[in-house]
């Protein structure tokens, strides 16, 4: 039976336009709706995507049988909620970074997920994709030696009036936005948990609504130490320019990846070994191609999802262990 999986949009956020082009090029897939706040909202944004179905709240979506699989870009406190809420709608789902804001968030959506039979993984591109395949195979075959430390970065200027990552209680801040990233990749890159983490942060508190003065992080710097001898650090922020690089130093080398988090079809890294410096050109699909697919392949073809929710777990473990440290001003053990 050569089934296709129809898609639904859990609301018309801007970044569905990243998704609404790979769901369209890939094999087995349709975009078939979505919905908002409002029914006249939905309508005016599928007459502009030219999507067949619109729904005037996020619960029609959900309650139409012919929708497989919901795309969740909600604001960061509504992810584990909705997630949730869909599995046990019977829809699988693809919900974007960072899963939840608790480990028991986590845990409830891991539940519903064996509860229904349904799937839910992180919307984490980036892991998906041939680069970070490619990296993730050099450091495995010892290109560069031993590990030893992974430096990442990831800054950029935010100045949108009244944004939702400006509210602490809404899941704000820049680990959670982006500080998740290079956490995620070292994660990726050892394959392990750190065993200990510490964390500093510049707080922000324009539109913070809690009583905590620190108010929502603005800035975050970060580390973490791995059993195996590697270490992480790592810098956020939405005060910086547009700041995005991992580099991972070994024993016997280094590879620095300019572009880590949204590769696309032309890709390059750089390989050095001694005095030797080599550039290797990596062409890959477009960026959310292989998380589509990924999705598709989970469902039609029971393979397991790249980004498990033991995984998604791990690294909710590491940021709300960051902000703690932040918060104690001391270290922080993992196990």
């Not at 944004?45 to 919901?70: F, K, Q, T, V």
């Not at 430096?151 to 939702?164: I, M």
């Not at 509210?167 to 394959?191: N, T």
């Not at 130490?225 to 939405?238: H, S, V, Y």
Request: proline share 5%; aromatic share 8%.
């Amino acid at each position: 039976m050569n089934r296709t999986l129809n898609w639904g949009l859990l609301s018309t956020a801007r970044i569905n336009r990243a998704l609404i082009k790979p769901l369209r090029a890939s094999k087995r897939t349709r975009l078939l709706g979505v919905a908002s706040r409002s029914l006249s909202n939905a309508q005016a944004y599928a007459r502009e995507w030219d999507i067949p179905r619109a729904y005037g709240s996020y619960d029609d979506l959900l309650n139409d049988p012919e929708i497989d699989i919901i795309y969740n870009p909600l604001p960061n406190h509504l992810h584990a909620g909705w997630t949730i809420k869909t599995l046990k709608a019977g829809k699988h789902v693809l919900c974007e970074k960072p899963l939840a804001l608790s480990l028991e968030e986590v845990d409830e959506i891991i539940a519903a997920s064996k509860e229904t039979g349904r799937i839910a993984t992180e919307a984490f591109m980036y892991r998906h994709h041939e680069q970070t395949l490619k990296v993730k195979a050099l450091t495995e075959e010892g290109a560069i030696g031993k590990l030893q430390l992974i430096r990442g970065a990831f800054t950029f200027t935010l100045a949108r009036e009244g944004n939702y990552r400006f509210v602490k209680e809404y899941g704000g801040g820049s680990l959670w936005d982006v500080g998740c990233y290079p956490v995620s990749y070292a994660r990726m890159i050892v394959g392990a948990e750190p065993a200990e983490v510490f964390g500093w942060q510049v707080a922000g508190a324009a539109l913070s609504e809690s009583k905590d003065p620190g108010g929502y992080d603005e800035s975050f710097y970060g580390q973490a130490r791995f059993e195996n001898g590697a270490i992480l650090q790592f810098d956020c922020g939405f005060k910086s320019q547009i700041r995005t690089f991992i580099e991972i130093v070994g024993s016997e080398g280094t590879i620095h990846i300019p572009n880590p988090f949204k590769p696309g079809l032309k890709n390059e890294i750089h390989l050095k070994r001694g005095d030797r410096e080599e550039t290797l050109k990596i062409a890959g699909s477009e960026p959310y191609r292989g998380e589509v697919e990924d999705m598709r392949d989970a469902i039609l073809n029971n393979a397991p999802p790249r980004i498990s929710l033991a995984d998604s777990r791990g690294n909710t473990a590491v940021l709300l262990s960051l902000l703690e440290s932040a918060k104690l001003g001391a270290p922080i053990r993992l196990r």
